[in-house]
């Protein structure tokens, strides 16, 4: 029988996990509140899969037995046959000690609990549970069916079991994946997200437009994307988020999210989700 891995949260995140599980033979029970977003994310993963049948790395046969390891559920109890639950849940706190508070609960008492968190202390959430040993990052990259890395971060509890498991599940599912202590924004969040703030910056003071922006990072630094591009991809909230969270945890003014990203989050501008952010959508 296969493995059977829970997946918490069925967004842009929770459905490319689903489906790099999925289609490395684990069976996967998709849990969310909302129905409809169980739906929207099987059709975003059906969509996925064709992308990749239509580029060639993928034969058309194997789509419907991917899917067919892809189950739904609406309650945290469907996590109890998983050996490994990843929460991928909105970037918050309050919610994600409020899941893993539960999830200690529901789970088999051997799963290891991970989340997909960009930003929020591991050890913190480790504490809302009795298995802080067996608690863990594992932090994917967005889109998560192309991105290679994944960053696996250890709480101040996390054991080296739990730590060596999730390596090998990493490389399972065709990612690498590295180790990382945790501090706030941990490897990927702590350079990045100084670096989408001060393009945010350039632009308050009329340094270039967002083009010129893009522009220089994409031709001068060889970056696939300019770095306001970037951000509406992730979501300003998003950023706005994980520079408060560096901000409040390293207590250096060089963290300080720049007002016209909190501008853009208060007019509800939130790049690509909402259709406006640097760039209209």
């Known amino acids: 029988m296969a493995e059977r891995v829970a997946v918490i949260g069925a967004g842009q995140m929770g459905n490319g996990i689903a489906h ?11 849990i969310d509140v909302s129905q409809d977003a169980l739906e929207k994310a099987k059709g975003t993963i059906a969509a996925n899969l064709d992308r990749q049948i239509k580029k060639g790395t993928l ?20 996590a109890k046959d998983a050996s490994l639950v990843v929460e991928a ?33 591991i050890t913190e959430i480790a504490a809302r549970t009795k298995r802080p040993g067996h608690v863990i990052g594992m932090h994917f990259m967005n889109p998560v069916p192309v991105m290679q890395l994944v960053e696996v971060i250890r709480g101040l509890a996390t054991s080296d079991d739990t730590t060596n498991r999730v390596l090998e599940l990493s490389k399972a599912v065709g990612k690498t994946p590295v ?21 945010v910056y350039c632009l308050m003071e009329g340094v270039g437009t967002a083009e010129s922006i893009d522009t220089v990072m994409k031709l001068g630094m060889n970056h696939p994307m300019g770095p306001l591009a970037l951000a509406d991809l992730i979501g300003l909230d998003t950023c706005l988020a994980i520079l408060e969270v560096l901000h409040d945890g390293l207590g250096d003014p060089k963290y300080r999210p720049c007002p016209l990203l909190r501008k853009y989050v208060a007019a509800g501008w939130l790049g690509r989700k909402s259709k406006r952010g640097f760039y209209a959508y």
Not at 20 to 30: K, L
Not at 70 to 77: E, V, Y
Not at 95 to 113: M, N, T, V, W, Y
Not at 181 to 196: E, K, T
């Open 20 to 30: 790099v599980f999925a289609q490395n033979g684990f069976d996967v029970t998709m």
């Open 59 to 78: 034969q058309a046969a194997d789509k419907e037995t991917i899917l067919g390891r892809i189950t739904t559920q609406q309650a945290l109890s469907a």
């Open 89 to 121: 849940a909105t970037e918050n706190r309050d919610l994600k000690f409020k899941i893993f508070s539960e999830l200690d609960s529901a789970a088999d008492p051997g799963a290891i609990l991970a989340t997909n968190t960009s930003s929020i202390s």
């Open 179 to 199: 180790e990382v202590q945790d501090y706030p924004g941990f490897v990927a969040n702590r350079i990045l997200m100084p670096m989408i703030n001060e393009a």
